[in-house]
């Protein structure tokens, strides 16, 4: 069964110091001041854009990645439904057409947006694991640490 807005919310919602706001008049999910998924309607310049490709129908949910590797990786998988547009070039996050992807995958993309973008102590609380000098997160290097 596809995923809907009201799915993305109750994922979202799910997490640890989650509110939920606004943000262009949209629906946004916030970890602290920071949103790591919101609706995200394609605009009449996106459809432009697409020049001719097919326009995702339905909801549109965009979600934060840790960096712009990985959202090439997450894209390189060519998974049904996760895609970007020239909008989002050189920004961390991919966009999520909710009608054709899973609960399962949707989950997935929304725990890792959480993920990239919750603080690190929240995260390795998250994780279960002891907030140490050594990381802040997933994929996350202490600041000053080089790693």
Aim: hydrophobic share 45%; with cysteine.
């Amino acid at each position: 069964m596809p995923a809907s807005l009201d799915d993305a919310a109750a994922i979202a919602s799910s997490f640890p110091q989650v509110s939920e706001g606004h943000r262009f008049a949209n629906r946004a999910w916030f970890v602290g001041t920071k949103a790591f998924a919101w609706e995200r309607p394609l605009t009449k310049a996106d459809i432009k854009r697409l020049d001719g490709a097919l326009v995702p129908e339905g909801p549109i949910l965009a979600v934060r990645t840790l960096d712009l590797s990985d959202k090439e990786a997450v894209l390189g998988q060519h998974a049904k439904g996760f895609f970007s547009l020239a909008h989002f070039d050189d920004y961390p996050a991919l966009l999520v057409q909710l009608m054709a992807v899973s609960k399962r995958s949707l989950k997935v993309a929304i725990e890792d947006a959480w993920l990239a973008t919750a603080p690190g102590a929240l995260v390795d609380q998250y994780l279960g694991r002891e907030t140490s000098s050594a990381g802040c997160g997933i994929g996350r290097p202490s600041p000053g640490t080089g790693s």
